[in-house]
């Protein structure tokens, strides 16, 4: 039951959407990029024909899945409108992005977002993978539903007000943890001591919380009350002025928050 | 060539340390609490004898292990200071206080620093953790690095300084990434969504720095510059105002980072 789908888009996440769509059993018809050698290269991959005008956009396909830049989505879906006449499913991959701009172009049409970083160069574990499906209706929702279920085990029927509230959440976890992770980087790199001595540590933290509500499993100076240390972190940290903002306000945070926790246990 | 060793402090370092040099084929000869029980039961683990009054620590052990709070640390170390008198070897298992606290009682000390967050319901992996070794002398250093190789493959000698800057990034690395996992956790039980979906990309996110300078693989909206994504993103966290702030500031820092590397690059 392979469906014959159209990427538009094959930038880390089309690149890796249109090869798993193609080894579970789909056809890719075309691949969209702008760049034409892009285009050929992912075409090549899928068995599908590169385009890198959307002009040349065929009918052929059932589903079409725009993998692009949130600011582009806009402006390309006034491009391909006309697929909207033949009924045609289209779907985004953006975590951002309203379905509402489909709403005036196409009949049907949601969202086929996968939870996760992707970068070109690593493959993507599918089977880890949580994908946020939407449709505008029951069947458009079925569609994507299996369509995703086809390619990863995880799917979740997510509207739009959830998926922002995720996308949100998912910059806290993914992008700032991430930011922390750099800045422990520079300091080690900049008083030469080895950034793999953290690294550990980094996993154990991750693991943890795969089993317990991270509040409930929160370390450190800040939650012992340990105010001497938090002192002698803050003054260290003054040759890093932006490091020692944050790392006074989330403390403040971590404090406030072990306040709070207690008030709700009376 | 097993060791003679009293551990001092059954908590969540003391606990696990001392099961692991038993298992190592040391022997245990005292283990202290303050709490009777405590230290009969972690004793009766590692087949030694409890003691709750630092005046019962007696000569026999080659190495002295306190795993107590930071700011005991001063008071026990002078409690028991006529062990120095003896050339015992003394360490301490803290990642902030310096070994100066041992100076003026002990010819032969250091540091015995594992670099992980302990839970005394999980299993500590040994061979993932990282231990931070200092002696006094080139002597007492390589004692307590065997010491340390005998019960976990990757130790590190650390001096003072260079622990101190180690503790600091773990506080960000760690107990800060955590409390943002808190922050997503928060929100999402707030507004009905599963934290159960972020959790592939919280994993991946770390996979991702084993073998990438974190700084390297910055995703989000704040290294592409997409400030409508950023806006949208303040402006839902008006409902968490602290959280807002942290959004902001660490938004801001990526943004700076970003500027900074394009600078360096030119």
Request: with cysteine; hydrophobic share 40%; proline share 3%.
């Given at each position: 039951?392979?469906?014959?789908?159209?990427?538009?888009?094959?930038?880390?996440?089309?690149?890796?959407?249109?090869?798993?769509?193609?080894?579970?059993?789909?056809?890719?018809?075309?691949?969209?990029?702008?760049?034409?050698?892009?285009?050929?290269?992912?075409?090549?991959?899928?068995?599908?024909?590169?385009?890198?005008?959307?002009?040349?956009?065929?009918?052929?396909?059932?589903?079409?899945?725009?993998?692009?830049?949130?600011?582009?989505?806009?402006?390309?879906?006034?491009?391909?409108?006309?697929?909207?006449?033949?009924?045609?499913?289209?779907?985004?991959?953006?975590?951002?992005?309203?379905?509402?701009?489909?709403?005036?172009?196409?009949?049907?049409?949601?969202?086929?977002?996968?939870?996760?970083?992707?970068?070109?160069?690593?493959?993507?574990?599918?089977?880890?993978?949580?994908?946020?499906?939407?449709?505008?209706?029951?069947?458009?929702?079925?569609?994507?539903?299996?369509?995703?279920?086809?390619?990863?085990?995880?799917?979740?029927?997510?509207?739009?007000?959830?998926?922002?509230?995720?996308?949100?959440?998912?910059?806290?976890?993914?992008?700032?943890?991430?930011?922390?992770?750099?800045?422990?980087?520079?300091?080690?790199?900049?008083?030469?001591?080895?950034?793999?001595?953290?690294?550990?540590?980094?996993?154990?933290?991750?693991?943890?919380?795969?089993?317990?509500?991270?509040?409930?499993?929160?370390?450190?100076?800040?939650?012992?009350?340990?105010?001497?240390?938090?002192?002698?972190?803050?003054?260290?940290?003054?040759?890093?002025?932006?490091?020692?903002?944050?790392?006074?306000?989330?403390?403040?945070?971590?404090?406030?928050?072990?306040?709070?926790?207690a008030l709700l246990d009376k």
């Amino acid at each position: 039951m392979g469906l014959k789908i159209t990427v538009i888009g094959s930038g880390n996440v089309g690149f890796h959407l249109a090869q798993r769509l193609h080894e579970s059993g789909h056809r890719i018809c075309q691949v969209f990029s702008r760049t034409p050698t892009k285009a050929a290269h992912l075409a090549n991959l899928v068995k599908a024909s590169g385009i890198s005008n959307l002009k040349d956009i065929s009918l052929e396909a059932d589903v079409y899945l725009l993998a692009i830049k949130d600011d582009s989505l806009k402006i390309v879906t006034e491009e391909i409108s006309f697929l909207g006449k033949y009924n045609k499913l289209i779907a985004h991959t953006s975590g951002s992005v309203s379905s509402a701009v489909f709403e005036n172009h196409f009949g049907r049409y949601g969202i086929f977002y996968p939870l996760q970083t992707f970068s070109t160069t690593k493959k993507v574990d599918f089977e880890q993978l949580p994908f946020c499906i939407y449709g505008n209706t029951p069947a458009a929702q079925d569609s994507l539903f299996q369509l995703a279920q086809s390619i990863c085990p995880n799917v979740y029927a997510i509207n739009d007000e959830q998926r922002s509230i995720l996308h949100v959440t998912a910059v806290i976890v993914n992008n700032f943890s991430n930011y922390l992770y750099g800045i422990a980087h520079d300091i080690c790199k900049d008083q030469d001591v080895s950034f793999d001595i953290l690294k550990p540590l980094i996993h154990e933290t991750v693991r943890k919380i795969d089993v317990s509500n991270p509040q409930d499993v929160q370390t450190g100076p800040a939650v012992r009350g340990d105010l001497d240390t938090i002192a002698k972190h803050i003054d260290f940290l003054k040759k890093y002025p932006d490091h020692q903002a944050l790392y006074q306000l989330i403390s403040t945070g971590i404090i406030k928050q072990i306040k709070e926790r207690a008030l709700l246990d009376k």
